[in-house]
């Protein structure tokens, strides 16, 4: 079992940074950003596996995916932010690998709560 705790978000101006952290109660080495936006499926943002990160193309350039082992924290710096990157933000993982793709909700067993962004135009 872990547990996952959001923090970070808030609200920001069209063009504004924030950034999450999502803290583990222990090491897990498969970890990722989703986010839900009203009425929309949750989608994919960025994750981590074997030592590389995927992202969506929603988002690439812009947000920028890190992991801090020693804290057990994976962090999530959002850059030129949009109003479309407006949703609630969730941490993903799971100790194992498996073969479903990284930003595949499917892939992950354990979820934080959910931290909120909003951005304004």
């Known amino acids: 079992q872990v547990q996952l705790v959001e923090s970070g978000g808030g609200s920001v101006q069209a063009g504004g940074s924030l950034r999450l952290s999502c803290a583990a109660s222990?090491?897990?080495?498969?970890m990722a950003w989703f986010r839900q936006a009203p009425g929309k499926e949750r989608e994919g943002v960025a994750g981590?596996?074997?030592?590389?990160?995927t992202y969506a193309d929603s988002v690439k350039g812009r947000f920028t995916n890190s992991k801090d082992n020693a804290k057990n924290t994976l962090y999530l710096q959002m850059n030129s932010l949009e109003p479309e990157d407006t949703a609630m933000y969730y941490c993903?993982?799971?100790?194992?690998?498996?073969?479903?793709?990284?930003?595949?909700?499917?892939?992950?067993?354990?979820w934080g709560q959910g931290t909120q962004v909003t951005v304004s135009s």
């Open positions: 981590i596996s074997v030592g590389s990160t």
């Open positions: 993903a993982a799971d100790f194992q690998w498996n073969p479903v793709p990284v930003l595949n909700q499917k892939r992950y067993k354990y």
């Open positions: 222990g090491y897990i080495a498969y």
